[in-house]
C-alpha cells in the first residue's frame, strides 16, 4: 500500500513588537499538504493558493528540502514523492511561511518514517531551527499558542503558553513584500544599555499581558531594538503601525514585516481597527481578523483505507 500522510501548519508572527528573536504567536491561517511515498523515485509537486507561481517544483522546494533533511537526519534516503500543497500563508508578509514550510516538511518525514523512526518534540524542534536559522516562527508553528524559544547547550528550547480569551489578533496584509535577510540586515548589531533594559521589561510585561492583562498590550508592545530601524525600508507599515498606536491599538510589525499585527483586547476592537486603517493609508491593506491557533502543526494518516484518525 502507497502511504500518504496529510499535513497542516499554522502561520505565525514573530517578535510580537519587542520579543526580537524570542517570542512568537501561531495564527489561525493554514497551508495544507498531502505528501505520498511512491514505489519509484522521483518526484511529484502540485502548488496551488500563496505562492503557487513562484515556488520550485523540484527537489529545491522547501518542503522537499526539510524531508530530505529529516530522512538524512536519521540515516534515511528519501524516496520518491508526490507533493500536493495548498497554500493560504502569504509569502514574504512576515508571517512565517518559511518556518512553516520547513516544518510541513519536517512533520511529513515524521509521519511517512512512523514505525521506523520515532522523530519527538525536541527533534522537530532542533531539526527546524537548523534549517530555519532561528526558533522564533518554528516553535509555534510546531506547537501553537504563544511560544518562548531560546538556545542553550542543549539546543533549541520552548515554552508554550495559553493567550488570554480575550486577545483578538488581526492582521493587515500589504501587495507588497520584504525581503527577511533584508529585513534582518537592518537592524544594528549594538544597541544602548538603556534600550536594551527597555526591550527586557517591555518583553517581561509582554507575556504577562498576553496570557493574564490584555488591557496593558499597549506598554507591553513597545519595542527599541528593530522596528524602527527596518522602517525606512517599510515606510507605509511604519505609517500603519504609528496610526493605529496612537489611536491605543498595540500594532507592531508582523516578523520581518511588511504585514502589521494588532494585538486587539477584544474582538470589537478589531473593527474599529479595520476602519482606521482603510481612513490613513493608500496601501490596500488585506485586514484578516483571525484567532489564535493551540495546536499547532499536526499530521496524520492519509493513506487509501487507513483506519486511523
Known amino acids: 500500500m502507497t502511504r500518504s500522510v496529510a499535513v497542516r501548519v499554522p502561520a505565525t508572527s514573530a517578535n510580537l513588537g519587542p520579543g526580537f528573536d524570542t517570542l512568537g504567536l501561531a495564527l489561525s491561517v493554514y497551508d495544507e499538504l498531502i505528501v505520498t511515498q511512491l514505489d519509484r523515485p522521483g ?5 496551488s493558493g500563496e505562492g503557487a507561481d513562484d515556488v520550485p517544483t523540484d527537489a529545491s522546494h522547501l518542503v522537499v528540502r526539510a524531508m530530505a ?6 540515516g534515511r534516503t528519501l524516496p520518491g514523492i508526490r507533493l500536493e500543497a495548498v497554500n493560504a500563508i502569504p509569502h514574504g508578509r512576515g508571517l512565517g511561511s518559511s518556518g512553516a514550510a520547513v516544518v510541513a516538511g519536517l512533520l ?7 514505525g521506523e523512526v520515532e522523530i519527538g518534540e525536541d527533534a522537530l524542534l532542533r531539526l527546524a531551527t537548523e534549517l530555519e536559522g532561528h526558533p522564533d516562527n518554528v516553535a509555534p508553528a510546531l506547537f501553537g499558542g504563544l511560544t518562548i524559544a531560546w538556545v542553550d547547550e542543549r539546543g533549541p528550547q520552548h515554552k508554550k503558553l495559553l493567550v488570554h480569551r480575550g486577545v483578538a489578533p488581526l492582521v493587515f496584509v500589504p501587495e507588497f513584500t520584504m525581503s527577511t535577510s533584508v529585513a534582518r540586515g537592518l537592524a544594528p548589531l549594538q544597541v544602548t544599555r538603556e534600550d536594551a533594559v527597555f526591550n527586557l521589561s517591555r518583553s517581561a510585561l509582554l507575556i504577562a499581558a498576553l496570557t493574564q492583562s490584555p488591557d496593558l498590550l499597549l506598554a507591553a508592545t513597545e519595542d527599541k531594538l528593530h522596528q524602527s530601524y527596518r522602517a525606512q525600508a517599510m515606510l507605509e507599515t511604519d505609517r ?10 498595540a500594532a507592531v510589525v508582523s516578523g520581518a514585516g511588511p504585514s502589521v499585527l494588532v494585538l486587539a483586547d477584544g474582538p470589537g476592537r478589531r473593527l474599529l481597527a479595520a476602519e482606521i486603517a482603510a481612513d490613513i493609508t493608500e496601501t490596500p491593506w488585506d485586514a484578516r481578523m483571525l484567532a489564535v491557533d493551540v495546536r499547532g502543526g499536526m499530521v496524520r494518516d492519509h493513506t487509501e483505507g487507513s483506519t486511523s484518525p
Open 43 to 47: 518526484l511529484e509537486i502540485a502548488v
Open 69 to 74: 533533511y529529516a530522512y538524512e537526519a536519521f
Open 108 to 114: 511529513a518525514a515524521k509521519g511517512l518514517l512512523a
Open 240 to 249: 500603519l503601525v504609528r496610526a493605529l498606536r496612537a489611536e491605543g491599538f
